[in-house]
């Protein structure tokens, strides 16, 4: 099994070297990582400036962009070969509820599976690295798990996962999550620069607001490894059908005013 290494905190951050040392036991492991802290870059691709790669002291590949610009970078050019599995993190904190729409871990992931290769994010709940090896472990354990399922070399699929920062002995087992949801975030942070101008500073997320069981937030807030499967297709099937009605074809009975009306009238 070949596994490609990413993630959004950079090529020297603690995450990345624990879950690459946990996974060489089990898989051949390359890492194309982004040079520098990249958090909430999500998806983001560097299309208007050249991007270089170059080989750290501990031989990690960097490159000077985000966390997708380094798994397309990877899939497209830089490897000669297509890996089995595309692994991204691990977070220093959480990506539960609405981060994932902003997550760079997240986003490193998910070009991989938009290539068409099983992928996971994985996140410490909690900040500053604590039980960063028993996080590391589990990640391994998860990865072998599919393995032996035959799940890695099928039909790509995309996992978030969230492991709490405890003891590996302490982490209760995985549970298969729906997404939460949090508050809006909080205000925005203004202060004056040494030139008596103003700026801001984007305030913290929110607090959780769905938090219910079967949440990813409750499964975390109990101990318990939280793994939810992603999708990448965000049509509001449930509500498609309702815009069709309200904007019918022209010529239908009782259609609404549209846009060529608005331009026709004097």
């Avoid at 890996?83 to 490193?108: C, E, F, K, Q, R």
Wanted: glycine share 10%; charged share 20%; hydrophobic share 40%.
């Amino acid at each position: 099994m070949k596994i490609l290494i990413s993630n959004d905190d950079g090529y020297l951050a603690p995450g990345i070297v624990a879950l690459h040392e946990a996974l060489r036991e089990i898989a051949e492991v390359e890492v194309v990582a982004p040079e520098h802290n990249n958090s909430a870059k999500s998806n983001a691709l560097t299309l208007h400036s050249p991007l270089y790669v170059r080989e750290g002291y501990n031989g990690f590949r960097y490159v000077d962009g985000t966390p997708a610009d380094c798994v397309h970078i990877a899939l497209t050019g830089l490897l000669d070969y297509r890996p089995d599995l595309v692994v991204s993190g691990i977070n220093n904190g959480a990506n539960m509820g609405d981060d994932t729409l902003y997550s760079g871990t997240v986003g490193a992931a998910m070009e991989g599976y938009l290539f068409g290769i099983p992928s996971i994010a994985f996140s410490l709940v909690e900040k500053d690295w604590a039980h960063l090896e028993s996080a590391a472990r589990a990640a391994a354990v998860l990865v072998y798990q599919l393995a032996e399922q035959d799940m890695i070399g099928q039909r790509p699929w995309l996992l978030n996962v969230n492991i709490p920062n405890r003891p590996f002995a302490q982490l209760k087992p995985l549970q298969w999550c729906r997404l939460g949801r949090r508050h809006a975030a909080e205000r925005v942070i203004s202060q004056q620069n040494p030139r008596g101008e103003t700026m801001y500073w984007i305030g913290a997320s929110g607090a959780a607001e769905d938090a219910a069981d079967g949440t990813d937030f409750h499964a975390t807030e109990a101990g318990h490894i939280a793994v939810t499967p992603l999708q990448v297709d965000m049509t509001d099937f449930g509500r498609l059908d309702e815009w069709r009605k309200r904007f019918r074809p022209a010529g239908s009975p009782g259609r609404p005013v549209g846009l060529h009306d608005a331009q026709e009238r004097p």
